[in-house]
């Protein structure tokens, strides 16, 4: 089946910095979702990309939909300890419902 | 909004009897709700689709009969493990979606999570 291998796994960086993650596939996708997973808690979703090349921003978020279909990226400028958690980018194809789902990243913040 | 409930929050129950969860969408009618599992440090593998009125649709490798999924409304789903058993401790996470369509706002809605541990 699809796999979605998203990388780093984890990371660990000082508040203030910016950070970068990235999820790749083996097939194409005609949707991106990235959604934010805190501890013992369901995904809360933050961006979507419906277009190869998109980029769109959720205030200090900004996501790109790879022009491949098969890519897509995450930043996240000037971390505060609140962005601490895990990231999921999520794929969609043709006009199925589901949802493929990432591996993760685990994100920590240290002051 | 799009706020999707669940209940229990966190469950633990004996080898051998069947636990029920709900998935509630409470500020919109889903056309379709999902069923995931979690377990420690890893993805979201789903298990299920459904839609209102419908038999729902499983993934490869998810028993049916084990797991059994009632979609009676728009708005409430829910999930049965019958006869569980300790492999069946994990985070299981619902989720809702509006309609079809390329916009944020009908894409899946995540309830909080039910725990559940079977001794």
């Known amino acids: 089946g699809q796999q979605l291998n998203q990388s780093p796994q984890s990371m660990f960086i000082q508040e203030g910095e910016d950070v970068s993650m990235n999820c790749t596939s083996s097939s194409i996708f005609n949707t991106w979702l990235w959604y934010k997973q805190d501890p013992g808690e369901g995904p809360v979703l933050l961006i979507a990309l419906y277009k190869a090349g998109e980029l769109t921003s959720n205030g200090r978020l900004t996501a790109q939909f790879g022009i491949t279909r098969k890519d897509s990226f995450l930043n996240i400028s000037a971390s505060i300890p609140s962005d601490v958690g895990i990231y999921f980018c999520?794929?969609?194809?043709?006009?199925?419902?589901?949802?493929?789902f990432g591996t993760g990243t685990r994100l920590q913040v240290t002051l | 909004g799009a706020v999707v409930s669940q209940h229990p929050s966190w469950v633990i129950c004996k080898s051998g009897t069947s636990v029920k969860i709900e998935c509630r969408s409470l500020d919109f009618q889903a056309t379709t709700m999902f069923w995931y599992r979690q377990f420690p440090k890893q993805s979201l593998m789903l298990m299920a689709t459904s839609n209102e009125g419908s038999k729902a649709t499983y993934e490869q490798g998810v028993e049916k009969d084990k797991f059994l999924i009632n979609h009676a409304s728009l708005t409430l789903s829910t999930l049965t493990v019958t006869s569980a058993h300790p492999e069946d401790s994990s985070f299981y996470i619902c989720?809702?979606?509006?309609?079809?369509?390329?916009?944020?706002?009908?894409?899946?809605?995540f309830g909080p999570g039910t725990r559940l541990t079977v001794l």
């Open positions: 999520a794929g969609r194809t043709g006009t199925a419902s589901k949802l493929t």
């Open positions: 989720s809702a979606r509006k309609r079809l369509g390329d916009n944020l706002n009908n894409e899946q809605f």
